[in-house]
């Protein structure tokens, strides 16, 4: 298990590492799984909270993607495929598979034949068989509340959900399990010196002390901020993607839906999560600042409830039915020719420049070939150990105590009981390294994006609770609330209701 309390840098910098691996997003967790498993002396830093990048900001999928399919990229989506299916077996109650829906109208392209045809490869590629057609009249049953102008019928095929931040923890867990060693809230500002003599500066976001570790191999995990720790030129485009959380009550769906924008035809899902209804994401070029948390903006949220009320016209979706708002970065490969956002690959690369490996890109679903990848040229493995962990059968070994339903994505665990938030508060206070209020509501639970009011009253019931477990007085309390509070309405709210 992660330890309950964040160890002392000043002691870990004291120890010798054969690897630090900077960034604990999945990537940068899976790298710290695979060199644990291998017995490599390692230390994963986080700048601020594990899953706090884009690892707990996700469509939450864990699947081939057909669109990337149907641009050409198979390779991307048998490797995708294949891990899907083997996280589906290992992580049964965080991994779960689910039902997609592709709506086909009159005139649509592609129309439900040509659909067919890469259903029947997609799912080839995966080693299942589990897609087919589902009338006009089935699909207004399942999905009442969808627009019926021109419908067909609907492509029913499968791929998976899950609880991204919930994910990295799993997979930090079982690191942990195998001996590694991590810290969030600890930035590396620098690597200096060849590979096998490399320096870190590695400063302690909470105390603000620099400590320089000595270490023979760095891996930079650090996703969309990859460019800042490489040493080489820029070749991360980051890419905002947004999504909108409403009642499922407004917008009932039991299926993964992908419906097409009326205004440029982009596929957006439309899914259940964690009793609430997921609407994303957008694709656009992310220009702000990277070290502030991303944020939602006016024009894609109505691009976004656009998408909602053309496709399905009598739900009349507007703001005010918004519960909560999501956006992340992706840290997309630039191709370098200024290719439309949604035209860019989705592959990862890793790359190295005077000694550092930097590994970027990439998708949720396949940090384990990532992660395998990466070790290879750090030279901690050979070509034959990359063909034998490529094709080995399990990742996870250890037992999982995380408590049963939590990060399941279709269950709102533990709902409004107090005695059932209790426990689960208990559990992930003494056993996931929360430094901060917003660790524990938005990435170790999402209560901060599942419940209307951000949690208020959970936290009003549960304050002794917290305070007592990370020993915090009132003064420290009014700061987190603060803190909570101002990181909630400025990435997780609508700029409306920002005020
Ligand atoms: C909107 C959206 C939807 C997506 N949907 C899906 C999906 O449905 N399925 C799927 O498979 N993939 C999806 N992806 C892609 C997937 O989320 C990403 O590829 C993946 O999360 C990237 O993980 P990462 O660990 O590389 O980066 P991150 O999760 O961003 O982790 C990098 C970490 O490095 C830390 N860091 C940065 N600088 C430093 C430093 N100097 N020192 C220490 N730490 C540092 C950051 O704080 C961050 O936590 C989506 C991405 C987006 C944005």
Redesign the pocket.
């Known amino acids: 298990m992660i330890a309950g309390k964040r160890p002392l840098l000043a002691e870990l910098a004291g120890e010798q590492w054969d690897l630090v691996v900077?960034?604990?997003?999945?990537?940068?967790?899976?790298v710290l799984l695979l060199a644990a498993q291998l017995g490599i002396k390692t230390l994963l830093?986080?700048?601020?909270?594990?899953?706090?990048?884009?690892?707990?900001?996700?469509?939450?999928?864990?699947?081939g993607?057909l669109r990337y399919m149907a641009q050409g990229a198979v390779r991307l989506t048998r490797e995708?495929l294949q891990e899907r299916e083997r996280l589906l077996r290992e992580l049964p109650d965080l991994v779960v598979r689910q039902p997609y829906l592709f709506p086909i109208r009159k005139g649509q392209f592609p129309g439900r034949w040509p659909m067919a045809i890469v259903l029947w490869l997609y799912d080839r590629l995966a080693s299942i068989r589990d897609h087919r057609w589902m009338s006009a009249a089935e699909l207004a049953e399942r999905v009442p509340a969808l627009g019926r102008e021109q419908l067909r019928g609907a492509m029913r095929y499968t791929d998976a959900l899950t609880d991204?931040s919930r994910l990295?923890l799993r997979v930090l867990h079982e690191a942990a399990a195998e001996g590694a060693t991590m810290l969030n809230y600890?930035?590396?500002?620098a690597v200096t010196g060849p590979q096998g003599e490399h320096e870190v500066a590695?400063r302690d976001q909470l105390t603000g002390a620099l400590h320089t570790l000595h270490v023979k191999h760095v891996i930079n995990?650090?996703?969309?901020?990859?460019d800042?720790?490489s040493g080489s030129a820029p070749r991360v485009r980051p890419?905002?993607?947004?999504?909108l959380l409403v009642p499922a009550a407004r917008l009932p769906v039991a299926d993964c839906l992908t419906v097409r924008h009326p205004q440029d035809g982009r596929p957006v899902?439309v899914f259940p999560w964690q009793g609430l209804t997921c609407i994303?994401?957008?694709?656009l070029d992310h220009k702000e600042d990277l070290d502030q948390e991303p944020a939602i903006s006016q024009r894609e949220i109505d691009y976004l409830l656009a998408l909602v009320n053309s496709q399905f016209p009598d739900v009349h979706l507007g703001e005010a039915d918004i519960i909560s708002t999501?956006?992340?970065?992706?840290?997309v490969i630039s191709s370098g020719k200024g290719l439309d956002p949604s035209r860019e690959r989705?592959d990862?690369a890793v790359w190295q420049e005077n000694g550092i490996i930097t590994?970027?890109?990439?998708?949720?679903?396949?940090?384990r070939v990532?992660a395998i990848d990466a070790l290879l040229a750090a030279g901690l493995i050979d070509q034959t150990a990359h063909r034998r962990l490529l094709a080995s059968p399990r990742l996870f070994r250890q037992a999982a105590s995380v408590p049963a339903g939590l990060g399941h994505p279709l269950k709102p665990w533990p709902g409004e009981e107090q005695g059932a938030q209790a426990a689960l508060l208990d559990w992930v206070l003494t056993h996931e390294m929360v430094v901060h209020l917003d660790d524990l509501m938005l990435r170790r639970t999402r209560f901060g994006n599942l419940l209307a009011d951000g949690g208020d009253a959970l936290l009003a019931a549960h304050a002794e609770r917290i305070c007592n477990a990370l020993g915090w007085d009132e003064q420290r309390w009014q700061h987190e609330l603060t803190r909570y509070r101002t990181i909630l309405q400025h990435s997780y709210r609508t700029p409306a209701a920002m005020g």
Do not use: C, N, Y
Request: net charge positive; aromatic share 6%.
């Open positions: 900077v960034g604990g997003g999945i990537t940068g967790a899976g830093v986080e700048k601020q909270d594990f899953a706090w990048g884009t690892s707990s900001r996700s469509s939450k999928m864990v699947h993607g995708a991204d990295v600890a930035g590396v500002e590695l995990a650090t996703g969309a901020w990859a800042k720790l890419l905002r993607g947004s999504h899902f994303g994401t957008t694709d999501m956006a992340g970065v992706r840290p989705r990862h590994v970027s890109g990439g998708k949720l679903t396949t940090f990532i």
